[in-house]
């Protein structure tokens, strides 16, 4: 019990201690387990059983794990600056029941579409604590926002300023709003998912003049009250630097407006907040975010005469990310002798297409031998009509059978979000976890939900 114990592993019943034990709690859920028959357990549901019911693929999120992380941002954000709003980036994955949950916490929502906004009304979502981001915000979506009442609509460009002023004039309405601005600050992450660097498509560049620009415009646009500045820099951010750099920068640039009627009542460093997904993986905790955060912002503040304003944070994967697990079935394996086993399973890049994407890594644990020692290298391969469909190169597991099951963990941001029906294959069921209970939040699609808006 000794080894468990100091792993930090909690057992159920009395399992053979061996090796395999030594999976990397951090990217798994808090509540994860391996009982006596040597299964895994997530928020006390044997996984094996879960399959059982709800077949393979299947996303299993974990209740505790997501109010815990939702918690940890509001804590220790608010702890030290207690203006501080935390507002779900959507995108990372929401439905309605998990966007229930995140009302219940307190949390806001970051929507990036009319259909992610939908979510939030269909819900009761408090407007005001919406805002709406995104590079090419169509007329019908600004509008049903507007009306809506959404909280802050988040600038990003001279065509939005311009068509929002005009759907705000049309509707009679003044609308809050934020400028995203870019302020050139590159944080060290794959090159798909930068975006505060000056060659992106998103937002204001400083360094060009820009920003400066669309202040000026924001603040002589009747029907539009620029309440802020709001940055982000790209994602999964390993490093605190970036934020600290970006809004130094940032608010230099509302001290330089000052005069001129920019009145800095918020400011948003975004979100991207990094997340374990294998062992070697280690992010800053969220109390060492907030402290760079919160700690540059009230230094740069004081040192340019700025009242300290209100903080909006947007994470997204940080908050979804380790709460979920899929967990696929293993079919077809093929050995090429010196070469590498391939172990294909029953999903891949239509329900998981960060490694086909981003060549993003993953552990991988087999669910119901979890107890067992790992004897060989495989690579888990997807069942996808593409040699770029592999989930994960080179992994070490037990001896593999055909309807083993394979639990890939910290899949809960960017996967059922991003999933598609390549292949017509229906996009896998989600069960939300808890205390040994387990509640469907999706069921699977079936082949006529597949052809549901197809028209003969
Ligand atoms: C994607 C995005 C986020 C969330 O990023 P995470 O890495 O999931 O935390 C927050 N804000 C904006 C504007 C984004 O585009």
């Not at 809506?148 to 609308?175: C, M, P």
């Not at 993953?362 to 040699?387: H, M, P, R, W």
């Not at 592999?390 to 059978?401: A, I, K, N, S, W």
Request: glycine share 10%; hydrophobic share 40%; aromatic share 8%.
């Amino acid at each position: 019990m000794a080894l468990t114990v100091a792993l930090g592993l909690r057992t159920i019943g009395t399992p053979t201690l061996v090796e395999s034990y030594m999976f990397p709690q951090q990217v798994f859920p808090d509540t994860t387990a391996v009982n006596e028959r040597g299964h895994l357990v997530i928020g006390g549901c044997d996984v094996t059983e879960l399959v059982l019911r709800h077949g393979t693929p299947l996303y299993i999120f974990d209740e505790d794990t997501l109010r815990e992380r939702c918690r940890r941002f509001v804590q220790d954000f608010g702890r030290l600056h207690a203006d501080t709003q935390v507002i779900y980036a959507c995108k990372a994955y929401v439905n309605p029941a998990l966007a229930r949950l995140l009302l219940e916490e307190g949390l806001g929502l970051d929507v990036v579409s009319g259909g992610e906004a939908a979510i939030a009304r269909t819900v009761g979502f408090p407007p005001e604590r919406v805002y709406f981001h995104g590079n090419n915000k169509g007329r019908q979506e600004l509008e049903e926002a507007v009306s809506w009442g959404i909280g802050r609509v988040v600038v990003d460009n001279f065509h939005e300023l311009s068509l929002l002023q005009e759907v705000a004039s049309g509707l009679g309405k003044t609308q809050d709003i934020m400028l995203r601005v870019s302020p050139s600050v590159d944080p060290h992450t794959h090159v798909y998912t930068t975006t505060g660097v000056l060659d992106s498509k998103f937002g204001f560049s400083i360094e060009t003049g820009q920003a400066q620009q669309a202040v000026r415009q924001a603040l002589s646009s009747p029907n539009l009250r620029v309440v802020g500045l709001h940055y982000h820099l790209g994602s999964p951010i390993f490093e605190v630097e970036p934020y600290q750099h970006a809004m130094g920068i940032v608010l230099r640039l509302a001290a330089d407006f000052r005069e001129e009627g920019l009145n800095l009542e918020e400011i948003s460093p975004g979100g991207g907040f990094a997340i374990a997904y294998t062992r070697e993986h280690q992010p800053p905790s969220v109390a060492e975010y907030a402290e760079a955060i919160v700690g540059s912002m009230k230094e740069t503040c004081q040192t340019l005469g700025l009242r300290v304003p209100r903080l909006t944070i947007e994470p997204g994967r940080s908050v979804m990310g380790t709460a979920g697990v899929a967990v696929y079935s293993v079919g077809a394996v093929k050995d090429i002798p010196g070469i590498r086993k391939y172990v294909s399973v029953d999903g891949g890049m239509g329900d998981n297409i960060r490694p086909a994407l981003y060549e993003a890594q993953y552990e991988a644990l087999v669910a119901n031998k979890a107890d067992q020692q790992a004897s060989e290298q495989v690579t888990i391969a997807g069942k996808y009509c593409e040699s770029g469909d592999v989930l994960v190169r080179d992994v070490e597991l037990p001896p593999l059978t055909q309807g083993d099951l394979i639990a890939i963990p910290a899949s809960g941001a960017y996967c059922p979000s991003m999933a598609s029906v390549y292949n017509l294959n229906g996009r896998p069921p989600i069960v939300l976890v808890k205390d040994g209970a387990d509640r469907l939040i999706r069921r699977r699609e079936t082949y006529a939900d597949l052809m549901l808006c197809d028209v003969v």
